[in-house]
Structure formats: structure tokens, C-alpha cells
């Protein structure tokens, strides 16, 4: 995975990896 697609799903902002992704699907 490259970078920039690992930062639209895992945000910066979210440390966690697994609360990331769910948090990404429901923000979008």
C-alpha cells in the first residue's frame, strides 16, 4: 500500500489502525 492511500484510510488524527478504518467509512 502506498503512502497516500494508507493516510486516506488510517488518518492521522485516528491512532488507532482498526478505529481508523471504521471511522473513515462512517465519515465519508
Known sequence: ???EYTEL???RRK???EHG???AQ???
Open 15 to 17: 491512532p488507532s489502525v
Open 26 to 28: 462512517s465519515n465519508a
Open 9 to 11: 484510510w488510517y488518518p
Open 21 to 23: 478504518r471504521v471511522g
Open 1 to 3: 500500500m502506498s503512502a
